[in-house]
């Protein structure tokens, strides 16, 4: 469920998502709600959809992104506040980053909620996710290899060198707009 423009008068942006997240367990759904607010309304919302979906990535943070993204017609969310009901996930930590929000608020730490919700996978699990990013890629758990034939990783460079040269010949970084 991804809403835009919800009324001016609902300003407790915390206990919207907290709304949210509640809605969503109450209709089969996991326990987590993001709200993106600007200049007082909230811009877009959603609750985790990957139950119902059967798609990993329809995390509330990302498809809110997606939805507030789409609803300013840009990829930044420079001047937002971006709700989440717990402390992101690390694709949604890296969604947030990439997007660019003034700030994000978590209103419950992965500590608080594990007592009552897990949600191991075969490579994923809450308590040691984030130290294997720490490690290099030959040693994490997900088996990783890097491509051995020198013709595909030089096509695979090539594609950034067009792109760098169909943005005038330089390599530089996306500029996202100030608050």
């Known amino acids: ?47 985790n959809m990957v139950a119902q979906t059967k798609d990993p990535t329809a995390h509330a943070e990302i498809l809110a992104i997606r939805a507030a993204c789409t609803a300013l017609g840009t990829e930044h969310l420079v001047g937002t506040t971006i709700y989440v009901l717990a402390h992101p996930c690390p694709m949604c930590l890296g969604s947030l980053y990439y997007c660019s929000p003034d700030e994000v608020v978590f209103l419950t730490s992965r500590d608080a909620y594990e007592p009552y919700y ?21 040693a994490r758990r997900l088996p990783m290899r890097e491509e051995s034939r020198p013709d595909i990783r030089t096509a695979a460079v090539d594609v950034y060198r067009s792109w760098r040269e169909r943005n005038g010949g330089q390599r530089q970084a996306t500029v996202v707009p100030a608050g």
Do not use: C, H
């Open 1 to 47: 469920m991804i809403l835009r423009g919800y009324p001016a008068g609902v300003t407790d942006f915390a206990q919207r998502t907290i709304d949210l997240a509640r809605q969503n367990v109450a209709a089969g759904g996991r326990p987590f709600a993001t709200v993106i607010a600007k200049d007082g309304r909230v811009l877009a919302e959603s609750a």
């Open 118 to 138: 897990v949600d191991d996978r075969k490579y994923f699990e809450l308590a040691t996710f984030y130290d294997e990013f720490a490690k290099d890629w030959q």
